[in-house]
């Protein structure tokens, strides 16, 4: 248990990690036909997580039989409060652009006990938080840079964040621009 009595829920594909049937670099590690690499950071980034939040849960919008492998390279999942796959998503059909938008609806979160401002999502998906946006925190989406410093800026960031009462009254849109290198 972190210092912060939140619960900080984790986006898979594109936040820590980037699959593909096909990578421009070579893979780290690879699960059915997708080739894996890691975001810069990532490791790091978890234990940051795991030691300054009450829990830390991953809920992607991929399968559990894809994403349980995955993380299973990434983290022990005994330490993660939860892993959710797809199955705990709402499927949200948008019939103009004939696409199914699986979304994380955080009344499943409420449901299971915890409470909404005390909830942090880091997605790279804003339209699958759109119940929630007050909720997330959104991160460029990770295709395999590998100069990619997406998640050491996030840190920095969650530290103010996290003693914050209520987070949905917090403007998290931009939040990128106040924690570049060298802005201290």
């Known amino acids: 248990m972190g210092p912060f009595d939140?619960?900080?829920?984790?986006?898979?594909?594109?936040?820590?990690?980037h699959a593909d049937e096909q990578l421009e670099r070579p893979a780290e590690f690879e699960v059915g036909p997708y080739k894996i690499v890691r975001r810069p950071g990532v490791d790091?980034?978890?234990?940051?997580?795991?030691?300054?939040?009450?829990e830390v849960a991953i809920w992607?919008?991929?399968?559990?039989?894809?994403?349980?492998?995955v993380?299973?390279?990434?983290?022990?999942?005994?330490?993660?409060?939860?892993v959710w796959g797809r199955e705990r998503c709402v499927q949200k059909v948008?019939?103009?652009?004939?696409e199914t938008v699986h979304l994380k609806d955080i009344a499943k979160l409420r449901k299971a006990g915890y409470d909404d401002t005390q909830i942090l999502f880091v997605d790279d998906s804003p339209e699958k938080l759109a119940r929630s946006f007050g909720n997330l925190v959104e991160v460029r989406p990770f295709v395999g840079d590998p100069d990619d410093r997406e998640l050491e800026l996030l840190e920095r960031f969650l530290i103010e964040?996290?003693?914050?009462?209520?987070?949905?009254?917090i403007e998290k849109r931009?939040?990128?621009?106040?924690?570049?290198?060298?802005s201290g």
């Open 71 to 82: 993380i299973d390279r990434l983290i022990d999942r005994s330490r993660l409060a939860f």
């Open 94 to 98: 948008d019939w103009e652009l004939r």
């Open 44 to 54: 790091r980034f978890l234990e940051f997580a795991l030691a300054h939040f009450r």
């Open 6 to 17: 939140k619960l900080l829920v984790l986006d898979l594909d594109e936040t820590l990690i």
């Open 60 to 69: 992607t919008a991929s399968t559990r039989s894809y994403a349980e492998p």
């Open 161 to 169: 964040l996290g003693p914050v009462a209520n987070v949905r009254t």
């Open 174 to 182: 931009g939040w990128r621009s106040r924690f570049r290198p060298g």
